[in-house]
């Protein structure tokens, strides 16, 4: 069974750091695009990044581009988001996402909350 585990989300202030993580298993991601996107309440669920399991290739979206970065430790199996500089603006669910041509699995999100 393929599972998708996130964890670190919670409240912090306006300028604050937080580090989501997404633990796998279930299967290996090997070519798998890991994704991060977020929902905040009454708007629809958006992109905010992806890597390349095998490639290690970024990408971002530009509301987060040069405040979070994406990586993944395939000894942990684990993909994790590290946001600096967060903004009352980034205060969603956060979702991890693993998706290869048809297979699409999604954890079951983590809240992450900023204050001004």
């Known amino acids: 069974q393929v599972q998708l585990v996130e964890s670190g989300g919670g409240l912090v202030q306006a300028g604050g750091s937080l580090r989501l993580s997404c633990a796998t298993s279930g299967r290996t991601f090997s070519g798998y695009v890991m994704n991060w996107f977020r929902q905040a309440p009454g708007k629809e669920r958006e992109f905010v990044a992806a890597i390349g399991w095998s490639s290690g290739s970024t990408r971002y979206a530009d509301s987060v581009k040069g405040r979070f970065t994406i990586a993944r430790d395939n000894a942990k199996n684990t993909v994790y988001l590290q946001m600096n500089g967060l903004k009352p603006e980034d205060t969603a669910v956060y979702y991890c996402?693993?998706?290869?041509?048809?297979?699409?699995?999604w954890g079951q999100g983590t809240q992450v909350t900023v204050s001004s």
């Open positions: 996402n693993a998706k290869i041509r048809e297979y699409d699995y």
